[in-house]
Nanobody
Framework: QVQLVESGGGLVQAGGSLRLACAAS????????MGWFRQAPGKEREFVAS????????YYGDSVKGRFTISRDNAKNTVYLRLTSLKPEDTAVYYC???????????????????WGQGTQVTVSS
């Protein structure tokens, strides 16, 4: 059974930083895209970032470009999201996702039919 477990969320002041991690088990994702989405209260789920299977391609939502960095460690079957220069509007539950398919590249590899974690809360205070 595939599981994605996020960690690293918490409460941080505006301007601060966090690093989220998503550890996958039950299947190797070294040849699949992985990424992060977020959902704030009362809002739709929003694409944050994704990374292709090799790590050679990374993609970001407009609201986080230049502030967030996605990376992966295929040996650990883990994807990371470094959040810097955090703003109150970054407050949301952050979800990890992993592609069911293989060797996808681009910003649209992930959708609701893929594997998802339970989410980790990030709260940014002003």
């Amino acid at each position: 059974q595939v599981q994605l477990v996020e960690s690293g969320g918490g409460l941080v002041q505006a301007g601060g930083s966090l690093r989220l991690a998503c550890a996958a088990s039950g299947r190797t994702f070294s040849t699949s895209a992985m990424g992060w989405f977020r959902q704030a209260p009362g809002k739709e789920r929003e694409f944050v970032a994704s990374i292709n299977w090799s790590g050679g391609g990374t993609y970001y939502g407009d609201s986080v470009k230049g502030r967030f960095t996605i990376s992966r460690d295929n040996a650990k079957n883990t994807v990371y999201l470094r959040l810097t220069s955090l703003k109150p509007e970054d407050t949301a539950v952050y979800y990890c996702a992993a592609d069911r398919d293989y060797y996808c590249s681009g910003s649209r590899c992930l959708n609701e039919n893929d594997y998802w974690g339970q989410g980790t809360q990030v709260t940014v205070s002003s």
